[in-house]
């Protein structure tokens, strides 16, 4: 990839933003602005990864920029650094290798390589030495590289060690016996980046920019250069430039020629991978079809396994369906998702659950003989086995062959700001007033004088404004490397020929440096290994309704299409229920009326950015309702959209009318699909816009559709779902809600026991338990185990665990186990002495009132556990202690405590306790709002359960607020919001003084204003409420 010698000059010394807190340009615009300055080649050697490679591949293919592909070393016991250039893909291979060497037993973060670790492992590369310089290391580079393949590289920076480190160059040169060459050794692609980069090291050295002194640049001259400017700059010394064009013309590797290949190991060794699938396919048959295979199924398995063949990826499936059964054999759940439900295949294998046939969906939404690339599987496991799976990954494949993806954690937002206000010497308090402006996402906040102003701060402070510029110039920039959820590379060659493999922060795991984009661009295969916690809650659940089944044959035993579970959803009886259980999609069930599966598909997708800003959800539910007839924008559509009502709901539907509606082949309308996705990151989007508008034109769609499904285009970039992704999820969603309607007890014990999970806390969920009649017990060492349990029959009851009590851990709790299981407990010595319990344990116990049954009256065991004394509690030696009479603790002493260690109270709820505060104001009951009239004007309070700020909703904030008698929905403007923000984001229970108003069925408040009762009445009076330091949580989202 050499430019041509003309061009004079090609920069071999470059790096990006991910020289971490380094580079302040994106790769991108590394390779774009070197294309548009004319270099002959640029080499992106950031420091100790290639990081940034694969998008710097991306954008200088794009803009046809001969790139080189590289690395900056950390070398031990020296400062000074190795620059590797890789001539081709052996050189490649051994830059992947020493990469590898230099991060393997290094903190994560950190990487340096011995000297001697260069030996014979650098065929094919090329050396660059840049300052600061080290003789030693110099010597050792010329004997591992060869002389002529090591240059020592000369920055003129205009500064005034400039003259002395130059000379140091030139004498080092003589010594080794090695070229110079030159280099603007770039940190940005403008010079406009200059106090971006200023900035970017005052975080590096934890310091602010008036301390920085000498760490920072003294001018913008670590800038790209073009070769005139770079002429001038080396005007004495030309041959110093001129050695860069040699070392381009030789370095012409390209990502592009990377040859991965996934491994196959299911194949037996006298059949080739596609006939071990096709084997496999025929002998799985009979177990999704056992009356026979229809035959547009036959039709559809052989369409597919001969297009799997041409592409090549048998393979992959092979290795997909192997991941499978190996949670198959431990009895763990799993289901796959998103596209791969289009395949029959996949459903045949058992990877995905829903028939593809049955549904009508589209396989080119997952797989494309046009398009030709890798197929991407996403399975979903139980949340708290998914790791036996991934080091059973491990284990068969090799580490060596297998390791996961990265994912690239960037700055966003609130942690822009923190990091720069820092370094321009901003207090805490400062950054955090600041950080206030912005409410959801980046594009929220603004620098303007009244907001700044509105946080409390001087809008005429110079440095709050070049805070907000430059936080926003490095948004996106990368903070550090982290590990994708779930994403795994499996090779069949060791990976490090074709990526370098580091440790990642977790235990046991290895990534390499590209994230799923990367991966895309490079043609890597990749398989998502990911964690669902509503498949831990449902295997629980069934293992305590059909013990006598293993998972699998338990969830296929669920009756299908139950009247009772439509009857609940209807009336959005969903708590814990998953995928339906958030405010939005509860106030759209009652609307939607679900009576069969397709309808739970629909309801999953519906309330989501896509339909939503397509402005397709109104339309979709009139037509259900029969309050608008169902149309269609031409009859060519109407096989499209006719399950939707005429309205296009699905990212499959978005493609199929490109194809039928527009002249879009598959390939043309997956890459609109792709587009999609990117829309916001790249902008290709737009380019389909008139395309698509023309190509309605021709078929005789109208120009109104047209515009109308782009807006829902757009929306779908955010978030949309397509059919296949919506109908694995409607399965869990039926599953969750028979377990639900039919064994309360046994759902909720099986979701708490899952958490962390879910929409809601074991609070909410142990509340919405007993209000389906399940009596709920308290946690005691006597009866409880570590887990909740159930007790009794018809109906059992509903014993909560230890599991729930604050500050006893589950080492703990499974010594009290495993003790009571021995023998039951005479005593709290006993209790102590048997299960090894320290005073911090007997603390937690006894405040969440679980040493009632050996220790009569909480009062009495909170006396017990904190008496400052040795004893029978903490030294095992039996004492004898005379009984104190004390009184029982007042029943607000007692809620708080139980919210304190259990987070939850079965005897009460702190609204009983909060009446008093309300005054004169005409407070109602959330239980009475059903019976209010539509736009009434109401005073409900109550404890705050969650909040949401969905990106979508244009700064509203959604709010769920329960009091003693049930749950209110609150809808909260954004101007609203921003008048009680503090209120709103702090309050843990609120007054709130709204409007009623309801619709179809779904009632909620339309909030006016909020008051804090969860702080003390007055300023001047003194806080000893008990209820103002009461624990409660709300889980909040966006």
């Given at each position: 990839?050499?430019?041509?010698?003309?061009?004079?000059?090609?920069?071999?010394?470059?790096?990006?933003?991910?020289?971490?807190?380094?580079?302040?340009?994106?790769?991108?615009?590394m390779?774009?602005?070197?294309?548009?300055?004319?270099?002959?080649?640029?080499?992106?050697?950031?420091?100790?990864?290639?990081?940034?490679?694969?998008?710097?591949?991306?954008?200088?293919?794009?803009?046809?920029?001969?790139l080189?592909?590289?690395?900056?070393?950390?070398?031990?016991g020296t400062?000074?650094?190795?620059?590797?250039?890789?001539?081709?893909?052996?050189?490649?291979?051994?830059?992947?290798?020493?990469?590898?060497?230099?991060?393997a037993?290094?903190?994560?973060g950190?990487?340096?390589?011995?000297?001697?670790?260069?030996?014979?492992?650098?065929?094919?590369?090329?050396?660059i030495?840049p300052?600061?310089?080290d003789?030693?290391?110099?010597?050792?580079?010329?004997?591992?590289f060869?002389?002529?393949?090591?240059?020592?590289?000369?920055?003129?920076?205009?500064?005034?060690?400039?003259?002395?480190?130059?000379?140091?160059?030139?004498?080092?040169?003589?010594?080794?016996e090695?070229?110079?060459?030159?280099?603007?050794?770039?940190?940005?692609?403008?010079?406009?980046?200059?106090?971006?980069?200023?900035?970017l090291?005052?975080?590096?050295?934890?310091?602010?920019?008036?301390?920085a002194?000498?760490?920072?640049?003294?001018?913008?001259?670590?800038?790209?250069?073009?070769p005139?400017?770079?002429?001038?700059?080396?005007?004495?010394?030309?041959?110093?430039?001129?050695?860069?064009?040699?070392?381009?013309?030789?370095?012409?590797?390209?990502?592009?020629?990377?040859?991965?290949?996934?491994?196959?190991e299911?194949?037996?060794?006298?059949?080739?991978?596609?006939?071990?699938?096709?084997?496999?396919?025929?002998?799985?048959?009979?177990?999704?079809?056992?009356?026979?295979?229809?035959e547009?199924?036959?039709?559809?398995?052989?369409?597919?396994?001969?297009?799997?063949?041409e592409l090549?990826v048998?393979?992959?499936?092979?290795?997909?369906?192997?991941?499978?059964?190996?949670?198959?054999?431990r009895?763990?759940l799993?289901q796959?998702?998103?596209?791969?439900?289009?395949?029959?295949?996949?459903?045949?294998?058992?990877?995905?659950?829903?028939?593809?046939?049955?549904?009508?969906?589209?396989?080119?939404?997952?797989?494309?003989?046009e398009?030709?690339?890798?197929?991407?599987?996403?399975?979903?496991?139980?949340?708290?086995?998914?790791e036996?799976?991934?080091?059973?990954?491990?284990?068969?494949?090799?580490?060596?062959?297998?390791?996961?993806?990265s994912?690239?954690?960037?700055?966003?937002?609130?942690?822009?700001?923190?990091d720069?206000?820092?370094?321009?010497?901003?207090?805490?308090?400062?950054?955090d007033?600041l950080?206030?402006m912005?409410?959801?996402?980046?594009?929220g906040?603004?620098?303007?004088?009244?907001?700044?102003?509105?946080?409390?701060?001087?809008p005429?402070?110079?440095?709050?404004?070049?805070?907000?510029?430059i936080?926003?110039?490095?948004?996106?920039?990368?903070?550090?490397?982290?590990?994708?959820?779930?994403?795994?590379?499996?090779?069949a060659?060791?990976?490090?020929?074709?990526?370098?493999?580091?440790?990642?922060?977790?235990?046991?795991?290895?990534?390499?440096p590209?994230?799923?984009?990367?991966?895309?661009?490079?043609?890597?295969?990749?398989?998502?290994?990911?964690?669902?916690?509503?498949?831990?809650?449902?295997?629980?659940?069934?293992?305590?309704?059909?013990?006598?089944?293993?998972?699998?044959?338990?969830?296929?035993?669920?009756?299908?299409?139950?009247?009772?579970?439509?009857?609940?959803?209807?009336?959005?009886?969903?708590?814990?229920?998953?995928?339906i259980?958030?405010?939005?999609?509860?106030?759209?069930?009652p609307?939607?009326?679900?009576?069969?599966?397709?309808?739970?598909?629909?309801?999953?997708?519906?309330?989501?950015?896509?339909?939503?800003?397509?402005?397709?959800?109104?339309?979709?539910?009139?037509?259900?309702?029969?309050?608008?007839?169902?149309?269609?924008?031409?009859?060519?559509?109407?096989?499209?959209?006719?399950?939707?009502?005429?309205?296009?709901?699905?990212?499959?539907?978005?493609m199929?009318?490109?194809?039928?509606?527009?002249?879009?082949?598959?390939?043309?309308?997956?890459?609109?699909?792709?587009?999609?996705?990117?829309?916001?990151k790249?902008?290709?989007?737009?380019?389909?816009?008139?395309?698509?508008?023309?190509?309605f034109?021709?078929?005789?769609i109208?120009?109104?559709?047209?515009?109308?499904?782009?807006?829902?285009?757009?929306?779908?970039?955010?978030?949309?779902?397509?059919?296949?992704?919506?109908?694995?999820?409607?399965?869990?969603?039926?599953?969750?809600?028979?377990l639900?309607?039919?064994?309360?007890?046994?759902?909720?014990?099986?979701?708490?026991n899952?958490?962390?999970?879910?929409?809601?806390?074991?609070?909410?969920i142990?509340?919405?338990?007993?209000?389906?009649?399940?009596?709920?017990?308290?946690?005691?060492?006597?009866?409880?185990?570590?887990?909740?349990?159930?007790?009794?029959?018809?109906?059992?009851?509903l014993r909560?665990?230890?599991?729930?009590?604050?500050?006893?851990?589950?080492?703990?709790?499974?010594?009290?186990?495993?003790?009571?299981?021995?023998?039951?407990?005479?005593s709290?010595?006993?209790?102590?002495?048997r299960?090894?319990?320290?005073?911090?344990?007997?603390?937690a116990?006894?405040?969440?009132?679980?040493?009632?049954?050996l220790?009569?009256?909480?009062?009495?065991?909170?006396?017990?556990?904190?008496?400052?004394?040795?004893?029978?509690?903490?030294?095992?030696?039996?004492v004898?202690?005379?009984?104190?009479p004390?009184?029982?603790?007042?029943?607000?002493?007692?809620?708080?405590?139980?919210?304190?260690?259990?987070?939850?109270?079965?005897?009460?709820?702190?609204?009983?306790?909060?009446?008093?505060?309300?005054?004169s104001?005409?407070?109602?009951?959330?239980?009475?709002?059903?019976?209010?009239?539509?736009?009434?004007?109401?005073?409900?309070?109550?404890?705050?359960?969650?909040?949401?700020?969905?990106?979508?909703?244009?700064?509203v904030?959604?709010?769920?607020?329960e009091d003693?008698?049930?749950?209110?929905?609150?809808v909260?403007?954004?101007?609203?919001?921003?008048?009680?923000?503090?209120?709103?984001?702090?309050?843990?229970?609120?007054?709130?003084?709204?409007?009623?108003?309801?619709?179809e069925?779904?009632?909620?408040?339309?909030?006016?204003?909020?008051?804090?009762?969860?702080?003390?009445?007055?300023?001047?009076?003194?806080?000893?409420?008990?209820?103002?330091?009461?624990?409660?949580?709300?889980?909040?989202?966006?």
């Open positions: 990839m050499a430019g041509s010698s003309s061009q004079g000059f090609a920069e071999l010394c470059a790096r990006s933003c991910f020289s971490l807190l380094q580079g302040a340009s994106q790769p991108e615009e390779a774009e602005r070197a294309h548009e300055l004319g270099l002959a080649s640029i080499a992106l050697c950031d420091r100790d990864g290639m990081y940034g490679s694969a998008r710097a591949h991306m954008a200088a293919r794009e803009v046809a920029q001969p080189i592909v590289g690395a900056e070393l950390t070398m031990q400062d000074a650094t190795v620059l590797m250039l890789v001539e081709d893909h052996a050189g490649y291979t051994s830059l992947c290798r020493l990469l590898t060497r230099a991060h037993d290094q903190p994560k950190s990487a340096s390589l011995r000297w001697q670790e260069l030996g014979a492992g650098v065929n094919g590369l090329w050396a030495l300052a600061p310089y003789q030693a290391l110099s010597c050792a580079v010329a004997e591992s060869g002389r002529d393949r090591v240059r020592i590289a000369v920055q003129r920076h205009l500064d005034p060690a400039q003259s002395r480190i130059e000379s140091q160059a030139i004498s080092l040169a003589k010594l080794v090695v070229d110079l060459i030159a280099t603007a050794r770039p940190l940005f692609h403008h010079p406009s980046r200059k106090p971006v980069a200023d900035v090291c005052c975080i590096r050295n934890k310091t602010t920019l008036d301390a002194g000498p760490l920072l640049q003294l001018n913008a001259e670590a800038v790209l250069s073009s005139a400017k770079m002429a001038q700059r080396f005007r004495d010394h030309p041959e110093w430039l001129a050695s860069t064009l040699p070392i381009a013309q030789a370095c012409q590797f390209s990502l592009a020629e990377l040859r991965y290949r996934f491994p196959c299911a194949a037996c060794v006298d059949e080739t991978p596609d006939q071990a699938l096709a084997r496999l396919v025929r002998e799985k048959q009979s177990w999704r079809y056992p009356n026979g295979v229809p547009p199924v036959m039709a559809q398995l052989r369409k597919e396994l001969a297009l799997i063949e090549g048998a393979p992959y499936f092979l290795s997909v369906y192997e991941i499978v059964e190996i949670a198959r054999e009895r763990i799993c796959g998702r998103g596209s791969a439900a289009n395949s029959a295949v996949c459903y045949v294998l058992g990877i995905t659950a829903v028939d593809p046939a049955r549904a009508n969906l589209l396989f080119e939404r997952f797989l494309s003989a398009r030709r690339d890798p197929p991407d599987i996403d399975v979903d496991f139980e949340h708290e086995r998914r036996e799976v991934i080091q059973e990954i491990y284990e068969r494949y090799g580490r060596d062959r297998a390791a996961m993806v994912e690239i954690i960037s700055y966003r937002g609130k942690s822009s700001l923190r720069v206000g820092k370094a321009f010497g901003l207090s805490l308090e400062q950054v007033r950080s206030s912005m409410l959801h996402s980046w594009s906040i603004e620098a303007s004088s009244s907001r700044i102003e509105e946080v409390g701060l001087d005429n402070d110079e440095r709050l404004r070049k805070v907000v510029t936080a926003g110039e490095i948004e996106r920039f990368p903070r550090h490397l982290s590990i994708h959820v779930g994403g795994f590379v499996l090779s060659e060791p990976l490090e020929q074709v990526a370098p493999v580091e440790p990642a922060r977790m235990p046991d795991r290895t990534v390499i590209w994230d799923k984009d990367d991966l895309d661009t490079l043609g890597f295969f990749k398989v998502d290994i990911l964690a669902l916690g509503m498949l831990t809650a449902i295997r629980k659940a069934l293992a305590i309704v059909m013990p006598d089944l293993d998972p699998l044959t338990a969830l296929a035993a669920i009756p299908p299409e139950d009247p009772a579970v439509y009857d609940a959803l209807c009336k959005a009886d969903t708590v814990g229920v998953f995928q259980e958030s405010r939005a999609q509860m106030s759209m069930l609307r939607l009326k679900p009576r069969r599966f397709y309808d739970l598909v629909i309801e999953v997708a519906i309330v989501r950015p896509g339909p939503i800003q397509g402005g397709m959800v109104h339309p979709y539910l009139r037509r259900r309702a029969g309050k608008d007839p169902i149309t269609y924008p031409h009859p060519c559509l109407r096989p499209i959209l006719e399950r939707t009502l005429g309205v296009p709901l699905f990212q499959e539907q978005v199929q009318i490109s194809i039928v509606g527009a002249g879009y082949s598959a390939g043309e309308a997956d890459q609109l699909r792709r587009d999609m996705a990117a829309w916001r790249h902008g290709r989007l737009m380019l389909h816009r008139q395309r698509l508008l023309d190509g034109a021709r078929t005789g109208s120009a109104q559709f047209g515009e109308q499904l782009f807006k829902q285009i757009q929306g779908f970039g955010e978030y949309g779902f397509p059919e296949s992704h919506a109908a694995s999820f409607a399965l869990l969603v039926y599953a969750s809600a028979w639900k309607v039919h064994h309360p007890a046994a759902f909720a014990c099986s979701l708490i899952s958490q962390p999970m879910g929409f809601y806390t074991p609070g909410s142990v509340r919405d338990a007993k209000e389906h009649g399940v009596e709920v017990l308290p946690p005691t060492v006597t009866d409880s185990r570590w887990d909740c349990t159930l007790t009794g029959d018809s109906p059992p009851k909560l665990g230890m599991r729930l009590i604050r500050g006893l851990g589950e080492l703990a709790g499974r010594a009290i186990e495993q003790a009571l299981d021995d023998r039951p407990f005479e709290l010595d006993d209790l102590v002495t299960a090894s319990l320290k005073k911090n344990h007997v603390e116990l006894a405040e969440a009132g679980a040493l009632e049954p220790v009569q009256g909480r009062r009495h065991a909170l006396w017990r556990a904190r008496a400052p004394r040795s004893g029978p509690l903490f030294d095992k030696a039996p004898v202690e005379q009984h104190v004390l009184p029982p603790l007042r029943p607000r002493e007692q809620l708080v405590l139980d919210y304190a260690r259990v987070g939850l109270s079965i005897h009460d709820h702190p609204m009983c306790h909060m009446r008093d505060r309300l005054g104001r005409p407070v109602v009951r959330i239980g009475e709002l059903a019976s209010l009239r539509d736009g009434c004007a109401v005073y409900i309070a109550g404890v705050v359960l969650n909040r949401q700020r969905p990106g979508t909703a244009s700064g904030v959604f709010m769920t607020l003693e008698t049930g749950h209110a929905n609150l909260i403007w954004a101007d609203v919001f921003e008048r009680h923000h503090h209120e709103a984001v702090n309050g843990k229970i609120l007054l709130i003084e709204g409007r009623l108003q309801r619709q069925g779904v009632t909620h408040v339309v909030v006016v204003s909020i008051e804090r009762l969860d702080v003390p009445r007055r300023p001047d009076e003194p806080d000893d409420d008990e209820m103002s330091g009461l624990a409660v949580r709300s889980r909040d989202f966006h």
